[in-house]
C-alpha cells in the first residue's frame, strides 16, 4: 500500500482532500524495524505519531510497582496508529511499544512538523484535531475508568 492509500484508510485522517493528504505525506517519515526493536519507551518524551503500514507492533504498558507489577499487551497491524496523543501534548510515552515482526514498516509524523502544517492550513488542522478529538473520547469512554489503561 502506498502511503497517500496509507493515510487515506486512518480514521485520524478522514474528510482530508488528496491535496492534505499529499501534504501529510511529505512530512512523513519511514523506519523499516527487525522484530523486538523498541520503537520507543513508557515514559519516554512524546514527540511523534506512528501507523503500521506493514507488519505489527506490540503496545505493552506497565501498571504498579516491584511485586505488584502486571503488564497490559495489545497488538496492532496495517493501518493503525499510535503515539497519537504526542500530537497534543508532547507528553511522557503512556505504553512501550516494540515491532513485533521482522520488516515492521512504520511511517512517522514528528509533532513540530505536524503543527507547522496545521498552521499552513487550518482547515487540515481542524479536521484532524476533531477526529483527534472524537478518538480520544471514544478512549476514555471505554477505558473503565483506569487511568493506565490507554
Same mark, same amino acid.
Given at each position: 500500500?502506498?502511503?497517500? @492509500?496509507?493515510?487515506?484508510?486512518?480514521?485520524?485522517?478522514?474528510? /482530508?482532500? $488528496?491535496? %492534505? !493528504?499529499?501534504?501529510?505525506? *511529505?512530512?512523513?517519515?519511514?523506519?523499516?524495524?527487525?522484530?523486538?526493536?523498541?520503537?520507543?519507551?513508557?515514559?519516554?518524551?512524546?514527540?511523534?505519531l506512528y501507523i503500521v503500514r506493514e507488519g505489527q507492533v506490540e503496545i505493552s504498558v506497565r501498571?504498579? @510497582?516491584?511485586?505488584?507489577?502486571?503488564?497490559?499487551?495489545?497488538? /496492532?497491524? $496495517?493501518? %493503525? !496508529?499510535?503515539?497519537?496523543? *504526542?500530537?497534543?501534548?508532547?507528553?511522557?510515552?503512556?505504553?512501550?511499544?516494540?515491532?513485533?515482526?521482522?520488516?515492521t514498516i512504520l511511517d512517522f509524523i514528528r509533532g513540530d512538523d505536524f503543527f507547522a502544517l496545521?498552521?499552513?492550513?487550518?482547515?487540515?488542522?481542524?479536521?484532524?484535531?476533531?477526529?483527534?478529538?472524537?478518538? /480520544?473520547?471514544?478512549?476514555?469512554?471505554h477505558r473503565h475508568l483506569d487511568p493506565n489503561t490507554f
Amino acid at each position: 500500500m502506498n502511503l497517500i @492509500e496509507l493515510l487515506r484508510a486512518v480514521e485520524l485522517f478522514s474528510g /482530508l482532500d $488528496d491535496d %492534505q !493528504l499529499q501534504r501529510l505525506a *511529505a512530512i512523513s517519515k519511514e523506519v523499516t524495524c527487525k522484530s523486538g526493536d523498541v520503537i520507543f519507551s513508557q515514559g519516554d518524551e512524546g514527540d511523534s505519531l506512528y501507523i503500521v503500514r506493514e507488519g505489527q507492533v506490540e503496545i505493552s504498558v506497565r501498571h504498579g @510497582e516491584g511485586i505488584l507489577q502486571r503488564h497490559s499487551r495489545i497488538f /496492532l497491524g $496495517d493501518g %493503525q !496508529l499510535f503515539g497519537e496523543m *504526542a500530537l497534543i501534548d508532547s507528553g511522557k510515552r503512556s505504553a512501550t511499544v516494540h515491532a513485533a515482526q521482522d520488516g515492521t514498516i512504520l511511517d512517522f509524523i514528528r509533532g513540530d512538523d505536524f503543527f507547522a502544517l496545521c498552521n499552513s492550513d487550518k482547515a487540515l488542522g481542524y479536521v484532524v484535531m476533531r477526529n483527534m478529538a472524537i478518538h /480520544l473520547s471514544f478512549k476514555l469512554r471505554h477505558r473503565h475508568l483506569d487511568p493506565n489503561t490507554f
